[in-house]
């Protein structure tokens, strides 16, 4: 079989990490948000602790408000999940204090509360949301809030420029690029993930299950990079996970 015209410049632009760095990333399965669902909102206080006590990791969620705080939250708007309308970035950190999840009176957590409740118990999967490209204030605010955690934990984004900043700005951080092959098929799709490859010089990929087997994955997990794959919700993705990737990151019952 002919070698992909990938593979030199995917050696050359993308080096596979040293595997000590990454082995925390296959122990254990993690919890998509928190172990969330009966009655827990995901990425919630609650959603985390439930977690931790069943030994899952933790993947989460991280966006900056608009005086540039971290807050643990997915949507970019505030309306699924909470009861007041629009988005995340338009609030100041004071006014999202005061925002409760729906149906709880738990408030939007910060990072930094995320931090201190985990303690370092469970490893955590810290997925940055930004669509910009100027990523930097962001990155660095979490990386700030990081600054002397002892626990293990790994940033990850779909956003080639975090993982490329944290790569050039703290090295020592294990990060990720988030992978979805969805809309992006033949050969410009392949191009496209190369580049935020090369681009991004990731520790591991978060693939989307939907993908599994896939032959980007299946060479970059061939030359030791690490393949989680999210969200795997049925038995018959976790044996597809299991076949094709290192770790899940999940929304299945608790054990």
């Excluded at 933790?58 to 309306?79: K, M, N, P, T």
């Excluded at 681009?199 to 061939?222: E, G, K, M």
């Excluded at 993705?237 to 094709?244: F, I, K, N």
Aim: hydrophobic share 40%; aromatic share 8%.
């Amino acid at each position: 079989m002919p070698s992909s015209p990938f593979a030199l410049p995917d050696r050359l632009f993308a080096p596979p990490p040293e595997a000590k760095r990454v082995a925390f990333l296959s122990g254990q399965p993690f919890a998509h948000r928190g172990l969330h669902g009966q009655g827990r909102v995901e990425n919630s206080r609650v959603a985390f602790r439930a977690a931790i006590e069943v030994g899952h990791g933790i993947e989460c969620d991280v966006q900056a408000s608009r005086d540039g705080e971290v807050f643990v939250f997915h949507d970019y708007a505030l309306d699924r999940l909470t009861d007041a309308v629009g988005v995340v970035a338009d609030r100041s950190a004071r006014e999202l204090e005061a925002i409760t999840l729906s149906g709880t009176a738990e408030t939007l957590p910060h990072l930094s509360e995320m931090l201190a409740l985990v303690a370092g118990r469970v490893p955590l999967l810290i997925e940055v949301k930004t669509k910009a490209r100027r990523v930097g204030p962001f990155c660095l605010a979490v990386r700030r809030v990081l600054e002397g955690y002892q626990g293990p934990v790994a940033i990850m984004s779909f956003n080639p420029e975090v993982s490329h900043w944290f790569a050039l700005h703290a090295p020592g951080m294990v990060r990720g690029l988030v992978v979805t092959e969805e809309g992006k098929r033949g050969f410009r799709g392949r191009i496209e993930r190369h580049w935020s490859l090369w681009r991004a010089r990731p520790d591991f990929l978060a693939y989307d299950i939907r993908d599994l087997p896939s032959r980007f994955a299946a060479a970059q997990r061939s030359r030791g990079i690490a393949v989680l794959t999210w969200t795997v919700r049925t038995q018959a993705q976790e044996e597809t996970a299991h076949r094709h990737a290192d770790q899940i990151i999940h929304e299945r019952p608790a054990p």
